[in-house]
């Protein structure tokens, strides 16, 4: 299960790296594309009852 969380925090790095990328470029499509994968770890790590928030909290802007 250690190596699965791991790879899980890995590809959502990954991900929020290439949507601020994305982002930064002007590329909506692939930000959209980007934001999709986030989206859809943050519910496999639901699924599975990690926690994620503690880490992901500060790069989640603050409305």
């Given at each position: ?41 943050v ?21």
């Open positions: 299960m250690r190596e699965f969380v791991l790879t899980l925090h890995l590809r959502l790095h990954d991900s929020i790296t290439a949507l601020r990328r994305a982002h930064a470029r002007g590329d909506d499509d692939l930000a959209s594309a980007q934001a999709g994968e986030v989206e859809d770890l519910e496999i790590a639901a699924r599975h009852g990690i926690d994620i928030e503690a880490g992901y909290t500060a790069l989640s802007p603050v409305g």
